[in-house]
């Protein structure tokens, strides 16, 4: 059974890079049937889905156009996770970060989800 | 983008009624839809996918319903541990993208 534990700063300040990491266990970063997500979840935005990388074949990555410019998401093989860079961070970017899971059959849906990181952008 | 409405916002009920909620899409989204249930300070649970599958070790007294741009959760017979707050999202067009959720609570 699949679990993601999350780890990253809970301050970050203005105009820096927001760093959250996922840690997989019991799967693959690179199955071939699975996609990586991270959303995040403020009081004034709701959900907000933010982008995803996923492997068929190669990697590929999708990401939200409202954010596009400033993130990244990053698999990383050797330690089985994958990783969100937000730049150029404003206080409009504190929220909660999760990360998550979905698979083909899913259609979407997010089956698996991280414990949450509240993130603070303040100075 | 895609927009997910909800209604009700929120609605007041009692254990043993029968709750439905309903999400819309601005547009047609075939059946890619899920319904996640969440409480204060945890991760959303998936309920429904595909807008009408139960998510394994979900309780039947969920179900969902629809396709294209009207979606229906409906709880059977409302549980204490069912006071939540229900949110929609859809998956057939990027950015995906989540409805404002419905609040569940006691009447």
């Known amino acids: 059974q699949i679990q993601l534990q999350q780890s990253g700063p809970g301050l970050v300040k203005p105009s820096q890079t927001l760093s959250l990491t996922c840690a997989i266990s019991g799967g693959s970063v690179s199955s071939n049937t699975v996609a990586w997500n991270w959303i995040r979840q403020s009081p004034s935005r709701g959900l907000e889905w933010l982008g995803r990388t996923y492997y068929r074949s190669k990697w590929y990555k999708d990401y939200a156009e409202s954010v596009k410019s400033r993130i990244t998401i990053n698999p990383d093989t050797s330690n089985n996770q994958f990783s969100l860079l937000v730049s150029s961070v404003t206080p409009e970017d504190t929220a909660v970060y999760y990360c998550?899971?979905?698979?083909?059959?899913?259609?979407?849906?997010?089956?698996?989800w991280g414990q949450g990181t509240t993130v603070t952008v303040s100075s | 983008d895609v927009h997910m409405t909800q209604s009700p916002s929120s609605v007041s009920a009692s254990v043993g009624d029968r709750v439905t909620i309903t999400c819309r899409a601005s547009?047609?989204?075939?059946?890619?839809l899920a319904w996640y249930q969440q409480k204060p300070g945890r991760a959303p649970k998936l309920l429904i996918y595909d807008a009408s599958r139960l998510q394994s070790g979900v309780p039947s007294r969920f179900s969902g319903s629809g396709s294209g741009t009207d979606f229906t959760l409906t709880i059977s017979s409302l549980q204490p541990e069912d006071f939540a707050t229900y949110s929609c999202?859809?998956?057939?067009?990027?950015?995906?993208?989540f409805g404002p959720g419905t609040k569940v609570d006691f009447k």
């Open positions: 999202q859809q998956a057939k067009t990027f950015p995906f993208s």
């Open positions: 547009q047609g989204i075939d059946s890619w």
């Open positions: 998550a899971k979905t698979a083909d059959w899913l259609k979407g849906g997010l089956d698996v």
